[in-house]
């Protein structure tokens, strides 16, 4: 199941274990419990003096397999085998159950203690989802410290009845106690603030005691990591205010474009990010939304933020890098049939849509890197493309052509993404030419139009652009004296990591200047 070099790597990682645990699997006669069989053998005969294999185990679902530290009453399960991008989670769980301390602040260990409740959780995943394995490390460790806490983790690919019974067509999706609880990429801090309903007034009230900043970043993506980093090493004094750290990376798959960086993931250049920008002085609020920006009354003065907590931040400056998220196409059934088979990361829930048939919306280098990849797992893929010619690069657009199972639209208009039952059933478009109407039916729908700033809370007190960019000079300077911006939530050109992460150190050198001067 496992090369020797992996071997050699999760035997490293096993010497940690400190507590004996139960691995305790329930199997049947098929291919998967024969792997999962030897993949828990291997991982027993690894650490053999703390670890103890059953397989007697009854669960309705096989295979699966338990894992209890003796003693306890912690109820974590995986159904299906955690391999691929869940690698990492099983590696994980394995040295939590085994009473290695996770890397959580202790203040978050401490509440998720104490909540109170019975939370019986089943998250639904793919091996190829790169959001998954926040979502199962966090409830994965929730269980683990909490024995009111049940957490099983599906593997889709394993229990497609189950998928389809459950109308599943997007991962990670959650399951509390029998209902949805949430859908794509949650942090273990999300999770529990949602649990304990009094989190948000507490932090409001947390927040709101802080003094002044130098330098306050609104956003944690690259331009935001990147501003506050460089106003860290002035030795000021720095606070980061975001909804999550690294930002829409967090959903980007491949980065192959960030210079010195050869190869690497979102998830990964994200978490690396936070780590830089921790290894500072700088003062980091996660979960936190932006929702009012008050200039200084006076020059000189405090600029103030106003939270959707009810929180307060006050700075000298302000670094404004909110981002972008994708942008919606806006025609009816969007917004009814999301996550019910219209979605908008291929990586993530491609695989459910595995020998059915997809639409992507979208000819730019995002849409056609998304229908090549889909077009190795569905049945067949259909590009709709508004313009004349597709925006792709060429190298893409010859891959494309050279698919069996590829149909191109352009100067294609979508007017309807339709449904029946709670799930697309096809998607409607015009000819812009003959002004023709078509409809093509299918089961899962991709939208890769592009990005919208996230900017909304800004109108009327930053001067925007007709697309909602914050306008910006050169140096990174808003129409507002002491308020700076940065990233792809502004006018800058062109829209890449690189691109923002310059651009926020700009922004804080500008910032920084502007304190000295003033």
């Given at each position: ?210 003094d002044a900043f130098d330098v306050l970043v609104i956003g944690g993506g690259p331009a935001g990591a990147a501003a506050a980093v460089y106003a860290a090493r002035k030795g000021i004094r720095t606070g980061v205010a975001a909804e999550r750290f690294g930002g829409q990376v967090n959903d980007t798959l491949a980065i192959e474009n960030y210079i010195s960086v050869l190869e690497t993931d979102g998830p990964k250049f994200a978490a690396a990010l936070e780590a830089h920008t921790r290894a500072y002085d700088v003062d980091i609020m996660n979960l936190q939304r932006a929702e009012k920006l008050i200039p200084a009354a006076q020059p000189g003065g405090l600029v103030e933020v106003q939270l959707a907590n009810g929180g307060s931040l006050k700075a000298k ?202």
């Amino acid at each position: 199941m496992l090369d020797n070099q992996l071997k050699a790597q999760l035997a490293a990682y096993l010497e940690r274990v400190q507590q004996p645990f139960e691995l305790v699997a329930s199997l049947d006669d098929s291919e998967t419990s024969a792997q999962m069989r030897d993949l828990l053998q291997t991982i027993q005969s690894l650490r053999s003096d703390k670890i103890t294999l059953r397989t007697d185990g009854n669960d309705a679902r096989k295979p699966s397999f338990l894992l209890q530290r003796k003693g306890t009453d912690t109820q974590l399960r995986f159904a299906g085998l955690p391999l691929g991008h869940e690698f990492t989670s099983l590696v994980l769980a394995l040295l939590w159950t085994g009473g290695h301390p996770p890397k959580v602040e202790q203040d978050l260990i401490e509440q998720i203690k104490s909540l109170d409740g019975d939370y019986n959780f089943d998250v639904y995943m793919s091996l190829t989802c790169h959001n998954c394995p926040d979502v199962v490390q966090a409830l994965s460790l929730m269980a683990i410290l909490n024995p009111k806490i049940k957490t099983t983790v599906i593997e889709g690919g394993a229990f497609q009845k189950e998928v389809n019974d459950r109308e599943i067509m997007a991962v990670p999706m959650v399951f509390m106690n029998g209902s949805v609880f949430g859908s794509g990429r949650m942090t273990i801090e999300e999770i529990v603030a949602k649990l304990d309903t009094g989190a948000a007034l507490r932090e409001a009230e947390k927040i709101s005691a802080k003094d002044a900043f130098d330098v306050l970043v609104i956003g944690g993506g690259p331009a935001g990591a990147a501003a506050a980093v460089y106003a860290a090493r002035k030795g000021i004094r720095t606070g980061v205010a975001a909804e999550r750290f690294g930002g829409q990376v967090n959903d980007t798959l491949a980065i192959e474009n960030y210079i010195s960086v050869l190869e690497t993931d979102g998830p990964k250049f994200a978490a690396a990010l936070e780590a830089h920008t921790r290894a500072y002085d700088v003062d980091i609020m996660n979960l936190q939304r932006a929702e009012k920006l008050i200039p200084a009354a006076q020059p000189g003065g405090l600029v103030e933020v106003q939270l959707a907590n009810g929180g307060s931040l006050k700075a000298k400056t302000v670094i404004l890098s909110t981002g972008a998220r994708w942008r919606n196409v806006n025609v009816p059934g969007e917004a009814e049939y999301k996550n019910k088979g219209v979605a908008y990361c291929p990586h993530c829930d491609g695989p459910l849509f595995k020998g059915k048939r997809v639409a992507v919306i979208g000819g730019g280098n995002s849409g056609i890197e998304a229908a090549i990849d889909l077009a190795g797992l569905v049945a067949h893929v259909t590009v709709v493309e508004f313009a004349e010619q597709l925006k792709a690069d060429a190298v893409l657009v010859k891959k494309l052509n050279s698919l069996p199972n590829v149909t191109v639209h352009t100067n294609a208009q979508t007017t309807e993404i339709t449904g029946a039952n709670g799930k697309v059933n096809g998607l409607r478009y015009k000819d812009r030419v003959t002004g023709e109407e078509h409809h093509v039916e299918l089961e899962g729908v991709f939208v890769q139009i592009g990005l919208v700033p996230n900017t909304e809370w800004l109108k009327g007190t930053v001067e925007l652009s007709k697309f909602g960019e914050i306008i910006v000079d050169a140096k990174g300077q808003t129409n507002l004296p002491g308020v700076f911006a940065a990233g792809d939530c502004t006018t800058v050109p062109y829209k890449q990591i690189v691109i923002a992460a310059g651009a926020g150190a700009t922004a804080a050198l500008s910032a920084f200047d502007h304190l000295i001067r003033n």
